[in-house]
């Protein structure tokens, strides 16, 4: 079973930064389309970022510029850096893999609020 554990989320301030961790236990974690959803309360869950298996990375308009989304092979982690953010930025977080057969999986979500 795999399973995705997000990390990091918490109170910031507008204008802080912030990192979101998330550790893959997918065995094809290299091969696998990763990315980041949010959801805000009363709100769809969606897309932030996305970072494909070679590394070419996408992004939503609001977090264009701001956010940065990488990952490392190595340690099956995906990586969410929040700089500059912003009160409505404030949701879950969630990490999302999705690996070369097709299968997708989310994690449990990390709570973000951003104080202003």
């Known amino acids: 079973q795999v399973q995705l554990v997000e990390s990091g989320g918490g109170l910031v301030q507008a204008g802080g930064s912030l990192r979101l961790s998330c550790v893959a236990s997918e065995p094809s974690f290299s091969l696998s389309t990763l990315g980041w959803y949010r959801q805000a309360p009363g709100k769809t869950r969606d897309l932030v970022a996305t970072i494909s298996p070679p590394g070419i990375s996408n992004y939503a308009d609001p977090v264009k510029g701001r956010f940065t989304i990488s990952r490392d092979n190595a340690k099956n982690t995906l990586y969410l850096q929040m700089n500059n953010v912003k009160p409505e930025d404030t949701a879950v977080y969630y990490c999302?893999?999705?690996?070369?057969?097709?299968?997708?999986?989310w994690g449990q979500g990390t709570q973000v609020t951003v104080s202003s």
């Open positions: 999302y893999s999705k690996n070369f057969g097709g299968k997708e999986y």
